[in-house]
């Protein structure tokens, strides 16, 4: 049982090697609640070693950002990414 007093809800990375092109890049997903109680689904993505790039999305319950992140999971393992 995951501990109520933890902001991390659900955490996914995936990762995609791509050795024509010698680099290796990520893709991380992560529903927290901040310390509003907002939900927010946390997406970072780039090549790894560097920071990469985020974006947050705002829901209204947990249900909704749990379906988001298994949206974003098919789409990225349909480009190639495997989970890390």
Do not use: C
Not at 20 to 49: C, H, K, P, Y
Not at 64 to 69: F, M, R, T, Y
């Amino acid at each position: 049982m995951p501990d109520a007093r933890s902001p991390i809800r659900h955490h996914l990375v995936l990762y995609r090697r791509d050795p024509e092109q010698g680099r290796a890049r990520f893709f991380s997903l992560m529903i927290e609640r901040d310390l509003f109680g907002t939900i927010r689904l946390v997406r970072n993505w780039g090549s790894v070693g560097s920071k990469g790039n985020e974006k947050v999305e705002i829901f209204s319950d947990e249900t909704q950002a749990a379906q988001a992140l298994e949206g974003w999971a098919k789409a990225q393992r349909h480009k190639g990414y495997t989970d890390l």
